[in-house]
């Protein structure tokens, strides 16, 4: 303790501690945060209502009750149809680890089977629309710059110009759109996901969906081209400002503390 | 070839840049000119490149700015798209975003220079916020140089406008989102709003008219008053000579440094190849401005993320934080939610570009002052340049809140509530806090000059006492540490005169005297130690 | 001494000699004088002649390296296609041009910069010189005689004495400039009142701006969004961009007990109400509608309207509610509007009613 206090004032005191309080921060974080629910039960498959009948009253029917037709702690699911069943249990948004404004995606934790008897419960329930076939979303053949246009007028304004995501209200979000599969990109299309508004077929023809995802896909992922070099996020005036500050006016000192430097003198002798 | 020279004994000239040289003097008096520039002397330190930072960038934007000049069309006739962009093919826009298409797909190296452009401007403005802070802070600003301050600050508000105009003529989506900004802004004031924003677009917004007026102004209008500005900055710099910080052997009246020819020359034109480097590296790597992401501009479109350069930002927050104020009466309107924001944000420069005329006022201080100050010895400045740049940050973080809510997880109604608040509150509390470091920091370097510096070597005496040697210090930081003035106040003089007579104080100076109070009176500076306190304590009356 | 300091003066340099070198006269009992420049320090380069080589070689090697610098680019410049892309991390699919040419002119210019500077470090002659100032004020002789030659030559012109010439000078003087704004004029036409109007007017179909189709009430979902403008407004035309800027709608459905603004529900169809897409703040696209709390939010000021209650202002700087439209169906069984918007579209104005 002494040796400890002895060293207090050390240039790289604070430094230490900075890092001790960090590492307490998120040890504690990491600690309190809720845990993931455990996994669902893998079990074989029967018919697919009943059987999704059954995962349904398991993971879903704490909160959107018995019979899907909703508490005060979800919405009725009649009516919603398999694609919305597909998309929000797909992404890992459902079942829900806990109310809140707006319900992040997280990992998946049922098997593609296993959601498809849901949706398939689910869309006995009431008429909605059904998950899309790959032809229906596949981006092959798609117009690209209808598909860019298309984004603009109905999707940027929440989304970012490339998909990157925004702010909402009191907290909520438009999530990023890099990564995600095409199917679940047309289902949120369709069914209009927690507060993303629907954009329903009779609206917005199923080819002019995937014109939208042709687009998100040439520029919104790993293999998209970035001509000018690292996009600081394509989210942008803000970081490019941020870069500017750190990256070019920071070297520039730096440099300019070197040029006024003292040169090393010669050692007296 | 004649060479006669008017004096029979002069030297004739022998090598051919000595005679060019002469026949250079001949007409313009160039020895006359390099008699007392060529030897000039410039103080080194690292915060004395700031400028250069600046003037290097400007020059970069006019050399890469000549450039795009060649290949940008200023026009907003409709065309639909065929180049090599696919997510753009056949696409209508105007003329002027597709020829910046064209710059940044088709034109070898067009996008290089395009990014460097940018990125210059960036750093351009960027580099005069450090560079006015750095005067502001070291007082010098103070006689004689009061008129380059109005320079240089008229340069980093006509920066931020020549910004926005290059910003606004590519006609992308969100260049066009803040052409439709300033629109509305325009729209907001009161009587003549609508003229003038007719005036401005030639109709109706967004009209075929913006962006050949913007271009003018862009590259015409704003980069010659730029010009004019930085050569008078310039030649008011060799004209005062550089300041200095306090040191041994500166003084008011000398300058010490290394001269232009050749040090300084060396120095100062391998920044310029450095900035230029720096900038390219940056650009070679850095993405800025995709427009091509965006969209040619519709004003029926937006993207979130709408914002303005950094440089607008502060503006943008003053915007974004208003509450909609709106006044109706008599069949009008007073925008007041966006009219206020349009009023403070000259305000907000203003009160900078004020300040040293606001001081001089307080101290009636006629004397020319060429040592710069420590920001510690003048707590109140320094608190007050605290609390601008406090609510100069304070409403970047307002114009960025929905990139700040995305990525902290934050709500972006809890950082508007924060900014709001915040834009009254921190600025006191950073002033408050600001002035009190600087009197600690004065209190030190008291007992610096008095007790020596502590060495933190412990020593145990013989009769166990144990004590921290201090050592003393130089001459020269004991010079430096005691070489600044300090003003007192401005005095009223005697409620009654000699003869007594009440004297009345105009309202005028009672304010003056109760400013000067603040700025130079006993609870905001700490007295430096007199020559006779040193004396006493170090000859020999007890070590602390 | 000469303006310019002078390398003879080095003897001055000698530590002790308080304020020898242009520094006010020390006084011999100030503990805090001015010590006077300390000795000059020679550096290894200044007495090493191997080490002063070393320097040169580094300069000149930077200077090379500039050079290569150069060669690079225009090779880069010739080898490399426009449409070529390489990986390269962190940056993603780049442009080789871009990079290659970048980096290349970025080593080209560093060359020169940095060796210049490290020439002028370690080879120049880094000795500190001193040079005098002078003040900025003229002295009381000139001062008297600038004073003088003022007084002849405003006498000489009589400006003081002949104030009719005087006054209708200023005269003269103060109106010249009006011409200068009188000839502004036609920047643009007068705004008369056509920030009031837009292209809606009434039996004015709705048009969905992703199909180009009329829309029909069944069409329109609860909880979905679609952007409409009014029938006959084409891309193609000449004032498309000037029209759809104040035109542009934004159509939803809610359910119709959602609705709380009486009005509000009796100018929609079943539940489906239009409002302007354009926010009344200052004009941007505002359409960031959240189904489930009918807020809808603009991207550029964060202005909050309220779309189940007469689009009234929640948050941010807006100062009015959104216009709604009119709507209801023809014959044809579409969605067309029954007037033009209630009030002015877009941002306030003074003329604004």
Known sequence: MKKLSARRRHPLAALVVLLFALAATGGLYAALAPAPKAQADDSAQSLAIDEGKRLYSVGCATCHGMNGQGSSDGPSLVGVGSAAVDFQVGTGRMPAQQPGAQIPKKKNIYSQGEIDQIAAYIASLGPGPSIPTKEEYSPAGADIAKGGELFRTNCSQCHNFVGKGGALTDGKFAPSLKGVDPKHIYEAMQTGPQNMPSFPDTTMPQDTKADIIAYLREVDSSSSKNPGGFTLGTLGPVPEGLFAWVFGLGTLLGIAVWMAARTTKAKKS | ?544 | MSESGSHNDVSENLPGEHGARGSEPAVKSDPFANPGLPPHEYRRQDIDERSAKHSERIVAGLYTLSMLGTIAFIACFVIFDIDKYVYIFPFGHVSALNFSLGLTLSVALLGIGVGSVHWARTLMSDEEIVDERHRADADDELRENIRQQWITGAKESGFGRRRLIRSTLYGALALVPLSSIVILRDLGPLPRNSLAHTLWSKGKVLINSNTNMPLRPEDVAVGSLTFGQPQGLSEADEDFQDQIAKSAVMIVRLKPEDIQDKREADWGHEGIVVFSKICTHVGCPISLYEQQTHHVLCPCHQSTFDLSDGARVIFGPAGHPLPQLRIGVNADGNLVALGDFSSPVGPAYWERP
């Open chain 2, 1 to 544: 070839m004649s060479t006669t020279t008017e004096s029979p004994t002069r030297r004739p000239a022998t090598h051919p840049g000595e005679r060019i040289a002469e026949w250079t003097d001949g007409r313009l008096g160039l020895y006359k000119l390099a008699k007392s520039n060529m030897r000039k002397i410039f103080p080194d330190h690292w915060s004395f490149m700031l400028g250069e930072v600046c003037l290097y960038s400007f020059t970069i934007l006019i050399l890469t700015g000549v450039y795009l000049t060649l290949f940008f069309h200023p026009s907003m006739n409709e065309v639909v798209y065929h180049g090599p962009y696919v997510p753009l093919q056949g696409v209508r826009m105007s003329d002027a975003y597709a020829s910046t298409l064209h710059i940044s797909f088709e034109v070898r190296g067009g996008l290089l220079i395009r990014q460097i452009h940018h990125w210059s401007a960036l750093i351009f403005i960027a580099g005069m916020i450090v560079h006015m802070m750095r005067v502001f802070f070291t007082g010098g600003f103070r006689k004689p140089r009061e008129l380059n301050w109005l320079f240089g600050w008229s340069l980093l508000f006509i920066g931020m406008f020549e910004g926005f105009t290059g910003y606004s003529l590519p006609d992308d989506l969100l260049s066009g989102t803040g052409i439709r900004f300033m629109e509305g802004a325009i729209l907001s004031t009161p009587i003549v709003g609508t003229y003038l924003s007719f005036f401005l677009f030639g109709g109706q917004f967004p009209g075929h008219d913006f962006v050949p007026r913007f271009y003018s102004v862009h590259i015409l209008l704003l980069p010659g008053i730029m010009a004019g500005l930085v050569a008078a900055h310039l030649i008011l710099i060799f004209y005062h000579k550089h300041t200095q910080f306090p040191g041994a052997g500166k003084s008011e009246k000398n300058v010490v440094g290394t001269p232009l020819l050749p040090v300084y020359m060396a120095k100062a034109g391998g920044f310029f190849f450095i900035v230029f480097g720096v900038i390219s590296a940056i650009a070679a790597v850095a993405t800025i401005n995709p427009i091509w992401t965006m969209g040619p501009y519709r004003p029926d479109q937006v993207s979130t993320g709408a914002q303005p350069d950094w440089y607008m930002g502060f503006s943008e927050g003053l915007i974004r934080v208003m509450p909609g104020w709106e006044i109706r009466a008599w069949g009008h309107t007073l925008v007041l939610g966006v009219f206020v924001p349009l009023m403070i944000f000259p305000l907000v420069m203003a009160a900078i570009a004020a300040y040293p005329f606001i001081e001089s006022w307080l101290t009636h201080d006629k004397r020319e002052h060429h040592i710069l100050d420590r920001p510690r010895n003048r707590p109140v400045r320094t608190g007050f340049g605290v609390a601008w740049l406090t609510v100069y940050f304070t409403l970047l973080i307002g114009g960025g809140n929905d990139i700040i809510a995305t990525h902290f997880h934050l709500s972006i109604n809890a950082i508007t509530w924060f900014v709001r608040v915040g834009f009254f509150v921190l600025p006191v509390a950073a002033y408050y806090a600001t002035k009190r470091i600087c009197l600690g920091l004065q209190r030190r370097d008291r007992d610096k000059v008095l007790h020596g510096r502590e060495t933190g070597i412990i020593k145990r005496l013989p009769h166990g006492e144990f004590i921290e040697v201090h050592e003393p210090l130089s001459q020269q930081q004991l010079h430096v540490l005691t070489a600044h003035a300090q003003p007192r106040p401005i005095e009223l003089g005697p409620a009654v005169d000699e003869n007594g007579v009440a004297r009345r104080s105009s309202p005028v100076a009672k304010i003056q005297a109760k400013m000067s109070e603040g700025f130079y009176g006993e609870g905001s500076n700490i007295p430096k130690p007199t020559a006779e306190e040193y004396e006493e304590i170090t000859s020999g009356h007890g070590h602390h």
